[in-house]
């Protein structure tokens, strides 16, 4: 009797639980009705930092494919960068964390940059934390605006947007210095 009751028990519990599983895309996935959300509370986090990245003397950055034969303004030319982030917008300010991974020239028409990168934080709170970024930099626009489109550590979910404004350029040295404010929701 126990051991019909069990199996009863048994075979209930496993209806139930199927018929709350609803079917998207075929086998692919499942999701249920009835699962719980266990996002927690999202925080905006405001930060405030230089980018420097170097061409010239000492290089931060370099350029690893060349423009094909016959290219408008250097068009396809990327460089793979790591350069480094600051507190403040002199290279003797306190180093927070890198920027690491590439840029190129993405538009024929003017200096648009196509940018793959991570922010990867060295310092404080955010040490070992990366932000994301993937977006175009029109670079002689005064302010420009990336998405945030992931992130880790304490920035895990992390989504929002960095506005980049030129600080320093000096095309004959190939130093450029850009100051960042980027607003980041994460859990």
């Not at 600051?86 to 020239?105: D, F, N, V």
């Not at 304490?154 to 947007?161: D, E, I, L, P, Q």
Request: proline share 5%; charged share 15%; aromatic share 10%.
């Amino acid at each position: 009797m126990a051991s019909l009751l069990s199996s009863l028990f048994a075979f209930h519990l496993i209806v139930i639980m199927s018929s709350s599983l609803t079917m998207t895309n075929g086998e692919f996935s499942k999701q249920s009705a009835t699962y719980p959300s266990t996002k927690p509370m999202e925080k905006i986090t405001q930060l405030h930092f230089y980018f420097h990245d170097i061409t010239g003397k000492n290089p931060t950055a370099m350029q690893i494919i060349g423009p094909p034969n016959g290219s408008i303004g250097g068009f396809g030319t990327t460089f793979m960068m790591d350069d480094p982030l600051t507190e403040g917008p002199s290279p003797s300010s306190k180093l927070i964390g890198r920027s690491q991974g590439i840029y190129a020239l993405a538009s024929q028409h003017e200096i648009g940059l196509l940018m793959v990168l991570n922010f990867v934080f060295t310092e404080g709170i955010y040490n070992g934390s990366t932000l994301s970024i993937l977006g175009r930099n029109p670079t002689m626009e005064k302010v420009r605006e990336m998405p945030v489109v992931g992130g880790s550590g304490v920035f895990r979910y992390a989504r929002g947007f960095a506005l980049a404004k030129t600080y320093i350029f000096k095309a004959n040295s190939g130093v450029a210095i850009v100051e960042y404010n980027v607003s980041v929701l994460h859990v």
